[in-house]
């Protein structure tokens, strides 16, 4: 009989400017970036956590801490790329995974396929088995005054 297991994950980073925006593995045109031990990809970070949370093997943080020069300005695909090999090495594959990202702006309208078919490749499956929304807070907290990203993301895999 096959199992499923589902996890959720989410993660936060403050902006600034000047920094590179990446989002869910694709560079995104604005003034403003996350700020990161890595490269600050908040959205693979979230489902990074959410894949582990699957199967209960910790956070981003407990494998790939932001103390360590190891992970310093890293590509978040890579991070991604070894938490898939973690629950591909116990048996297990992806299903399915659903993001969505908080952003006042810019408008992530225009990246959305690129960011699922970044992700699907990544995650070894169909892009229709990759969703991602953007949503703004309408201007109120941390994110609608600019301040920062948000991004939950869930995940379903089984064996």
């Not at 894949?51 to 991070?79: M, N, R, V």
Request: charged share 20%; hydrophobic share 40%.
């Amino acid at each position: 009989m096959e199992k499923i297991k589902i996890g959720n994950g989410y993660d936060v980073h403050a902006l600034a400017e000047g920094l590179p925006l990446w989002l869910g593995g694709v560079r995104i045109d604005s003034p403003v970036g996350c700020i990161a031990h890595s490269d600050g990809d908040v959205a693979i970070h979230a489902l990074c956590d959410a894949l582990l949370g699957c199967l209960a093997l910790g956070d981003i943080g407990h494998h790939f801490p932001d103390t360590s020069d190891e992970w310093k300005g890293i590509d978040s695909k890579i991070l991604l790329q070894k938490v898939v090999s973690m629950l591909t090495e116990r048996g297990w594959k992806v299903g399915n995974v659903d993001v969505t990202i908080a952003l006042q702006r810019p408008k992530l309208a225009p990246y959305i396929g690129r960011m699922r078919t970044c992700l699907a490749g990544i995650l070894g499956v169909e892009e229709d088995c990759v969703s991602v929304k953007a949503t703004t807070t309408e201007r109120l907290g941390f994110v609608g005054r600019g301040e920062g990203c948000e991004v939950w993301a869930t995940a379903l895999i089984f064996n």
